[in-house]
């Protein structure tokens, strides 16, 4: 639909003396493009334009007038760049729907595309005898990195209760991969026995944006488990000890983004890893087999 535009713009700057405008979004990392339909908004600001009475062409061929749009900390950098002077605005973006983002850009300009035009009537350029197609804007993969830290509590499940389960995580993230370290410390205590599992992973996840602010984040990885236990029976000769095992966990979270670094986060992951047990005179005190489940909440923030 924007090349088509495009080319009915051109149509009419070849038959009428009217100012040549490009709208041009390949400054946007390819995430942002998705995010906020880059392809629907260049449909939306080149139909406005072609409204404003301007003749929209490609971003690739000359032009009068230049509109850029890029990203900024807090939402879209908007340019405007005539032949005598040049103007910018700032849209901040998350504060409604894809639509009012969009009717938001094109408003803004139309406003500062009249305000760089030149005073007087250019021109009209001589008619080509061939009208090259419009080539579509597509952004270059650009892939944006940045650290989220997070920090949650939940429950593990696998040995003879629930234990509360605090967790601290750093994930590094390039484009919809990323890097993901987490430690963790579950503490089990029981009438005769007290257990303290500390762990340890590196994590590759893949983070997919379901909507807006809805993403879901799979991963895997693997790590060591520290298992301390101390019984309380003191006429034990060894009544503490320390066992480490390899371990590997699948994972899953689903995080909700309230604003552009702030998320919550839901976890659940499936960890494997060797069995303990601990006996006392042929009387079991503690036991949790090769697979723990591991449930919780958490804030994630960027940095």
């Known amino acids: 639909m924007t090349a088509l535009l495009c080319a009915l713009s051109l149509v009419v700057l070849t038959q009428s003396p009217v100012v040549s405008v490009s709208f041009d979004l390949r400054a946007l990392p390819e995430q942002d493009y998705r995010r906020w339909d880059g392809v629907e908004l260049e449909r939306k600001v080149a139909l406005r ?3 404003e009475g ?3 062409v490609s971003p690739r061929g000359p032009a009068q007038l230049r509109l850029r749009a890029s990203r900024a900390p807090d939402g879209l950098l908007l340019e405007a760049v005539g032949p005598q ?9 998350g504060r409604g ?4 983002l969009h009717l938001e850009v094109a408003q803004k300009l139309a406003e500062m595309t009249r305000a760089v035009q030149p005073e007087s009537e250019p021109e009209p350029p001589p008619p080509e005898p061939v009208l090259q197609p419009p080539v579509e804007v597509a952004a270059a993969p650009v892939h944006s990195s940045g650290l989220d830290l997070g920090l949650g509590l939940g429950t593990l499940w696998g ?7 605090l967790l601290l995580s750093a994930r590094w993230g390039l484009g919809d991969l990323g890097l993901d370290v987490e430690t963790g410390l579950g503490v089990s205590s029981e009438p005769a026995l007290n257990v303290v599992e500390v762990q340890g992973g590196a994590f590759v996840s893949y983070r997919h944006a379901v909507s ?4 879901l984040e799979p991963a895997v990885g693997a790590g060591l488990v520290v298992h301390a236990f101390r019984l309380e029976d003191t006429w034990v000769s060894e009544p503490r000890g320390t066992q480490v095992s390899p371990a590997g966990w699948a994972r899953l979270k689903l995080g909700w983004r309230f604003t552009e670094r ?4 839901v976890r659940v992951a499936l960890g494997l890893l060797r069995p303990v047990t601990h006996v006392r005179e042929g009387e079991t005190l503690w036991s949790r087999g090769g697979a723990r489940l591991e449930t919780g909440v958490q804030l994630s923030w960027g940095l």
Do not use: T
């Not at 002077?85 to 973006?93: A, D, M, P, S």
């Not at 729907?97 to 009012?100: D, V, Y």
């Not at 040995?159 to 389960?165: C, D, L, T």
């Open 85 to 93: 002077q040049r103007v910018e605005q700032r849209v901040r973006v």
């Open 212 to 215: 807006e602010r809805l993403r």
């Open 97 to 100: 729907s894809i639509a009012e």
């Open 159 to 165: 040995g003879p209760g629930v234990a509360p389960h």
């Open 54 to 56: 301007f003749a929209v």
């Open 49 to 51: 334009l072609i409204q």
């Open 262 to 265: 702030l998320a919550a986060e």
